[in-house]
């Protein structure tokens, strides 16, 4: 197959493009910077929120894998909106004219809102985003099906829950630093669905070979969630060391949680809900309508990571 991938130098994007290529698939890598893979390829430059990538590119394209996107959360509002939404209806058409058959857009399950509930959330279990980032992948999820539904072209959403891998930044690079510099056993509370990094490359690359019919949004998370003494745990354990000592009443940990939170002016989910909050997802109708399965538990990729970030601090 030839496979275009926007995001190429990401942390999916990378991961998604080695396997292309492990494969035997060609692959047009598009990035902002032009970076090169791990390969050695370079990738095209293109600055997405600006410009579209050279039609001339997709001619012939089997699929068009869009993974660019700005996934923190200290961007300005209009910054989401011009890469995670517009972007991608933009890109979206440009592949429609080019005819390629199938274009695998990645979401987030934070296009679903807050969750009210400890239950695992199916895909119609919508709420109000509660960010400027969600709302720009709610808002380009919505295009997609507006503009698509009924067409030729195939259209795969597809709503990630928290992705980890043995490179992973964010709350869990921090969370695996703390952890080695003795930071003490957090309470019991809250459970969040994960998948791994591989499984992922695994349902995007098994959606361009049987894409769906019209437009399709599915969840992709693995088989269990995890709350956050958990990870704490398996991290323990991965770095050698013993069962942690669960000192800091709940309260110095939302009092903590706060005061975090109002340093770093942070506009979104508060670190609270983050570390003893439910973001519980159902992964049933993608193991449904699809042949993809998660073979990846958290803690068969602990010992890389704690080593990985262990080796930073």
């Not at 012939?60 to 200290?74: E, Y």
């Not at 991290?235 to 060391?241: E, P, Y």
Request: some cysteine; proline content about 4%; aromatic content about 8%.
């Amino acid at each position: 197959m030839k496979c275009i991938v926007s995001g190429a130098t990401g942390f999916i994007g990378r991961q998604l493009c080695q396997q292309l290529e492990s494969r035997g698939d060609t692959v047009v890598a598009l990035s902002r910077r032009g970076a090169t893979l791990a390969s050695g390829k370079p990738t095209v430059p293109v600055d997405l929120a600006e410009c579209d990538p050279d039609v001339s590119l997709l001619q012939g394209a089997d699929v068009f894998f869009h993974l660019a996107g700005i996934a923190h959360q200290q961007a300005a509002g209009s910054a989401y909106t011009a890469l995670n939404y517009r972007a991608t209806l933009r890109l979206a058409r440009l592949a429609q004219t080019a005819a390629i058959p199938c274009f695998v857009s990645l979401s987030s399950v934070k296009a679903m809102g807050s969750s009210e509930t400890s239950d695992a959330r199916v895909e119609s279990a919508v709420s109000a985003p509660v960010d400027a980032y969600g709302l720009s992948k709610w808002q380009a999820e919505c295009a997609l099906r507006d503009a698509f539904s009924g067409t030729a072209m195939s259209v795969a959403i597809v709503r990630p829950a928290l992705v980890y891998g043995s490179d992973v930044k964010g709350n869990l690079q921090t969370l695996a630093t703390a952890v080695r510099w003795g930071l003490p056993r957090p309470p019991q509370g809250g459970r969040r669905s994960m998948i791994a990094l591989e499984d992922l490359v695994d349902l995007l690359c098994a959606i361009a070979e049987h894409p769906p019919s019209g437009v399709k949004t599915w969840i992709a998370c693995g088989a269990d969630s995890y709350s956050t003494q958990e990870i704490y745990d398996l991290l323990r354990a991965a770095l050698g060391k013993g069962r942690g000592i669960e000192w800091l009443p709940r309260w110095i940990w939302k009092l903590a949680a706060n005061l975090l939170d109002g340093v770093l002016s942070r506009r979104a989910e508060p670190t609270y809900n983050k570390l003893f909050g439910w973001e519980r997802y159902s992964n049933a109708a993608v193991i449904t309508d699809t042949a993809w399965r998660p073979r990846i538990k958290l803690e068969d990729v602990m010992q890389q990571l704690a080593a990985t970030h262990g080796a930073n601090t």
